[in-house]
């Protein structure tokens, strides 16, 4: 059950991040290159994640884990780099200051609050998949 709500968070999250790209490309705005790694890692994340759940490999449970850990650590690099690039002036936590600032732009907030509901049934269906190996 952990495995499928991951799955159906991985996918719900990577149709509204390709919205967001969409966005970004039509608005002709500079894309950096950490973008596209992280779309090319949520893609192949969820590729090695459906196949664990077609094999029950706990060794593909932890690859497509650690593979989705990676992904979200270039989305949050993204993320407080573009607050960065945003307000160069400004001090303070730089993290939570992005977060913060993700309430005025609402795709973005539903991109980001989407990510826990993949990395948390993944991680605990990973650990579940080792307890039977």
């Known amino acids: 059950m952990t495995a499928t709500i991951a799955l159906v968070g991985w996918i719900l999250n990577i149709v509204v991040g390709l919205v967001l790209l969409a966005r970004l490309l039509r608005a002709r705005r500079p894309i950096p290159a950490l973008a596209y790694y992280h779309v090319v890692t949520a893609v192949v994340g969820l590729g090695i994640w459906i196949a664990f759940m077609a094999a029950g490999s706990p060794v593909l449970a932890w690859i497509g884990f650690a593979v989705l850990t990676l992904h979200n650590t270039f989305g949050d690099t993204l993320m407080v780099r573009g607050w960065r690039k945003r307000n160069p002036t400004a001090g303070g936590n730089a993290y939570f200051q992005a ?3 993700l309430l005025k ?29």
Do not use: C, E, Y
């Open 99 to 101: 977060v913060k600032s």
């Open 105 to 133: 732009r609402p795709l973005a907030l539903a991109h980001a609050w989407i990510a826990p509901v993949a990395w948390f049934p993944a991680l605990a269906a990973a650990v579940i998949s080792s307890w039977g190996a």
